[in-house]
């Protein structure tokens, strides 16, 4: 999960999509960023409704350039309007603090070079809906076509955007300011590789036929040291998952120079283990690497399909006391449930920090009892994210708002970021294929109809349910971290698990550990001392 504001997002060349690639290291592993989808509810390309009588009388004029592209083809367009070029306007795409630009979007169907999409006060626009409120000023504006539909990133493979153009908007002036479309992100290349870090691109037989087209599935590996001196030797597989949409390419930053884990597992001393880091990335967004009725038997492929390939291609251990778990955040959500949902295929995760492991808090949502999703019990507007100090730096209604702006059909279910990836992994699919939301993404009214499918993922439902079964095969594999003083709340939920793994029967034997004061990314384990641990669990019989 990442912050809305650290959360990078579009694009501006080659060595800024090999950046994006490699996310840096969030302060809140979380949230917002980029858009995608492979989607529906997509609005003609022809004369948009009238505008509201409060409308501005500016607006845009948006074409792709000639040849760039081939055929026409949906999707959704933003303009994004900026008051700084650095970074450019697109980088700013899904910002919702005080800082967030003024962004405009439309689905559109059939776009292709030749035709012209306008884009003004009647589309949706956040934070101000009112454009004629827009003040005014100088702006940096920049345009964004997204279009791919299989990777629901703003760095997908396909995706058009223009270049930054500065404009003086007078928001009750009548202007009509034209971009074009000329810039594309390149096909998809795999990363150069190293003695030590390999990437595995492969087709999934499970995703393809789910979706009736080639899906495929990235990983990233990193190799223990001296790997190639003994070719006899296997070695345990450590399954990592990163935060909300981290890229398997993300093993590059973790191998970089100034890594603590590059220093660890390095050193002479350093148990040697095999990392596999997952993708988080998908025609939904994250697919959360479990069997969802939108995203497809994700979890099916990952057990049957990538970690097999991966075991066989680099000598792991191949067995289920060799594959290990760890996670934070998103991550840390599904290590747990990885080793929930397969509790013989591994043999232990270290889980820190985990999204809403109990969805009596979903944060501070609890979806079977609450009726707004926006609002409290007490009539005040629900926070979604605390700084340090407790202090609310984000309401639900404005987080799910940036959300709505990303996602096509001008709804938060379609995102591909926290909320619209936790809505299309836990709920139903809709008989129009989409993810049915679990609240109105105006209003916040929750369908408690809708939370009775969430109860699948709910961890400790499922749990408690399953207990005299998962009990035994569980025993002594969990270990979870939790900073109490997490900026999204995730702490509530896991002190609910925490209760009934409290006084489980058969005993649990496992670990919970609170760090008063600590914040979202918290862990009570160094690396040296989780790869220690991992490798007892590896050499146990």
């Known amino acids: 999960m990442l912050p809305l504001s650290d959360r990078p997002t579009l694009f501006n060349s080659a060595s800024k999509l090999d950046a994006l690639q490699t ?57 994004i309007l900026a008051r700084t070029n650095n970074p450019e306007p697109c980088l700013t795409l899904s910002q919702a603090g005080l800082d967030a630009p003024q962004v405009l979007a439309r689905d ?8 012209a999409a306008v884009v003004d006060a009647s589309v949706f626009a956040f934070p101000i809906t009112n454009l004629a409120e827009v003040p005014a000023g100088d702006y940096f504006v920049q345009a964004v076509f997204d279009s791919n539909t299989d990777l629901r990133l703003a760095t997908a493979p396909g995706n058009l955007y223009s270049k930054p153009q500065k404009i003086h908007l007078d928001p009750m002036q009548a202007r009509n300011w034209k971009l074009e479309l000329s810039e594309q992100i ?37 190799l223990p040291r001296n790997y190639e001196r003994d070719s006899s030797r296997r070695y345990p597989l450590w399954v990592r998952i990163g935060g909300l949409n981290a890229r398997y390419t993300s093993v590059l930053g973790l191998m970089g120079k100034k890594s603590e884990l590059a220093k660890t597992w390095q050193a002479d001393d350093t148990p ?20 969802s009725a939108n995203n497809g038997p994700f979890g099916d492929a990952l057990v049957q399909e990538l970690i097999p390939h991966v075991e066989a291609t680099f000598r792991a251990i191949g067995q289920p006391r060799g594959r290990v778990l760890s996670g934070s955040s998103t991550g840390g959500w599904v290590s747990l449930a990885l080793q929930v949902f397969y509790p013989d295929f591994f043999n232990g995760t270290w889980t820190s920090c985990p999204d809403p492991v109990d969805f009596r808090a979903l ?18 507007e629900r926070p979604s994210d605390r700084d340090a100090n407790g202090d609310v730096r984000l309401t639900m209604r404005r987080e799910v708002g940036v959300e709505n702006l990303l996602g096509r059909g001008n709804s938060y279910t379609l995102s591909g970021e926290q909320w619209g990836d936790w809505n299309a992994v836990f709920g139903p699919r809709g008989a129009d294929g989409l993810p049915v939301p679990i609240w109105d993404p105006q209003s916040g009214k929750v369908n408690h109809a809708v939370a009775e499918h969430w109860k699948k993922y709910d961890l400790r439902l499922v749990l408690e349910q399953n207990w005299q079964t998962l009990g035994p095969k569980l025993r002594g594999k969990i270990h979870i971290a939790a900073g109490e ?29 609170y760090g008063p004061g600590k914040g979202h990314g918290w862990f009570d384990l160094s690396q040296r001392q989780m790869l220690d641990e991992m490798q007892a669990a590896s050499a146990a019989k």
């Open 363 to 380: 944060e501070l949502v609890n979806i079977y009892q609450d009726d707004n999703a926006y609002v409290n019990k007490y009539g005040n």
């Open 108 to 115: 559109l169907k059939g776009f292709a070079p030749g035709t």
């Open 186 to 222: 390149p096909a998809e290349q795999l990363p150069a590789e190293t003695a030590q870090i390999k990437f595995v691109k492969i087709q999934s037989k499970l995703l393809s036929e789910f979706y009736g087209r080639p899906i495929f599935l990235r990983a990233g590996i990193i």
């Open 23 to 79: 996310p840096r290291v969030p302060v809140h592993p979380r949230r917002i960023g980029p858009l995608l989808s492979f989607v529906l509810c997509l609005a003609p390309l022809v004369a948009l409704p009238a505008s509201s009588p409060n409308s501005a009388p500016w607006q845009f004029e948006i074409t792709i350039k000639k040849g760039l592209t081939a055929s026409p083809t949906d999707g959704r367009l933003f303009v």
């Open 272 to 291: 040697r283990l095999i990392l596999l880091q997952l993708d988080g990335a998908g025609p939904n967004g994250d697919p959360y690497y479990v069997n």
């Open 485 to 513: 003083a997490d900026a999204y709340f995730l702490n509530n939920a896991v002190h609910l698990l925490d209760k009934f793994l409290a006084n489980a029967k058969p005993p649990f034997e496992g670990k919970i550990v």
